[in-house]
Structure formats: C-alpha cells, structure tokens
T-cell receptor, first 114, second 112 residues
C-alpha cells in the first residue's frame, strides 16, 4: 500500500463544466503522475510533478492543467470538460525502494462527461 | 509501431495450466521493465520487476531478452485468482522523470 488516495472516486459532469480531481499521498514522495486509461490505449501520461510547484507535460496534456502546492497533494483540472475526457484517471507516485524507480497507483477516479 | 506491444488476448486456460505472455518494446535503450496486474475496475498493481538474469516469484517467472527486445511472463499452476489483465511496462530511462510506457495489456481468464 503506497498510501495514495484519490477523490472523488466517481464523478458525472456536463460538457463545459470545470472539474478538479485530487490525489493525496502520505509518504512524502517527490514524483507524482496523472494518467488516463481508455480501452485500446492503455495508460497514458497526462502530467507529472517532480516537486512542489514543479510540473511537466505528458503525452496527452491538452485540455488539462495541474497544480502541486504541497508535497502530498497533486490536483488535475479539466478547465472545460469535454466528452472525450470521459475516462478513468489514475494518480501514481514513484518509489525508489529496491534501487529501481517503480510506480504505484491510487484507486482511480471514474469520470463521465455528458 | 507501438512502443510497447502485447497480445491483447483473451487467454482462456484451465486451472492448473501453464500460460506465458510476451511483450515487445521498440526502444533498445530501455532500462527497466515490469509486469503489473490489473483487476477489473481496479488500479494496476506491481506484480514483479524484470531483470536481465530473469527472476522468479513463486509461480511467476519473468524473463528479459534485450537482443530481441522482449520480456515474458510465465505463470505456472494457474489459479482462478490469476484471472486479470497483465500490463507490460517499460521505463526508457534511469529516473522517475523518464516517462514510462504501458502496454495495453493481456487479458487472462482461468476457468475451473
């Protein structure tokens, strides 16, 4: 258990509304990530963070922004949700125990945009 | 060509059987490799890392073949509880900043 929680776990929203997903970790990990998972695409990186206020884009960052004001919290915002952003969103942390950077995932947020 | 490719399956095998999956990767400079397990509507969970020398964890054996750029997962004496999707994961670099790449997964179903 990597001590990662996500909220909300489920959300239904309408096109054009802003949505913020929260990832919270309790073990002081420096690196945090947001992924989306869709059938046929596997997990795709949206954004990641390598410290407080330090973030970078992943392969599918358009339409998403992130913020990290505290080590333990990494927020993903959809400024104006679209139906193509209906997906399952996973947060992850990177842990270097054992000498290899290994990612551990939160339980996910299932987002539906109508 | 996808950076990490897996046979999507599904593999449907009887309990007690041995089953093997392969995964190919395109970046020959990739540094670390993993197998994750994902149950339906759950998060991916680390099953095992994959080392050049091969590694075993109970009924599970993982192998890396750098020359041919593939990794494999062998499950012996399969159990009903092994039914899941298995994700092949490749880290192209050395650090947490490297953007790891996930395969789309291989679905395994174990029947009684």
């Amino acid at each position: 258990d990597a001590g990662i929680t996500q909220s909300p776990r489920h959300k239904v929203t309408e096109t054009g509304t802003p949505v913020t997903l929260r990832c919270h970790q309790t073990e002081n990990h420096r690196y945090m990530y947001w992924y989306r998972q869709d059938p046929g695409h596997g997990l795709r990186l949206i954004h990641y963070s390598y410290g407080v206020k330090d973030t970078d884009k992943g392969e599918v960052s358009d339409g998403y922004s992130v913020s990290r004001s505290k080590t333990e919290d990494f927020l993903l915002t959809l400024e104006s949700a679209t139906s193509s952003q209906t997906s399952v969103y996973f947060c992850a942390i990177s842990d270097r125990r054992g000498g290899t950077d290994t990612q551990y995932f939160g339980p996910g947020t299932r987002l539906t945009v109508l | 060509r996808k950076e990490v490719e897996q046979d999507p399956g599904p593999f449907n095998v009887p309990e007690g059987a041995t089953v093997a999956f392969n995964c190919t990767y395109s970046n020959s400079a990739s540094q670390s490799f993993f197998w994750y397990r994902q149950d339906c509507r759950k998060e991916p969970k680390l099953l095992m890392s994959v080392y050049s020398s091969g590694n075993e964890d109970g009924r599970f054996t993982a192998q890396l073949n750098r020359a041919s750029q593939y990794i494999s997962l062998l499950i012996r004496d399969s159990k009903l509880s092994d039914s899941a999707t298995y994700l092949c994961v490749v880290n192209p670099g050395y650090s947490s900043a490297s953007k790891i790449i996930f395969g789309s997964g291989t679905r395994l179903s174990i029947r009684p």
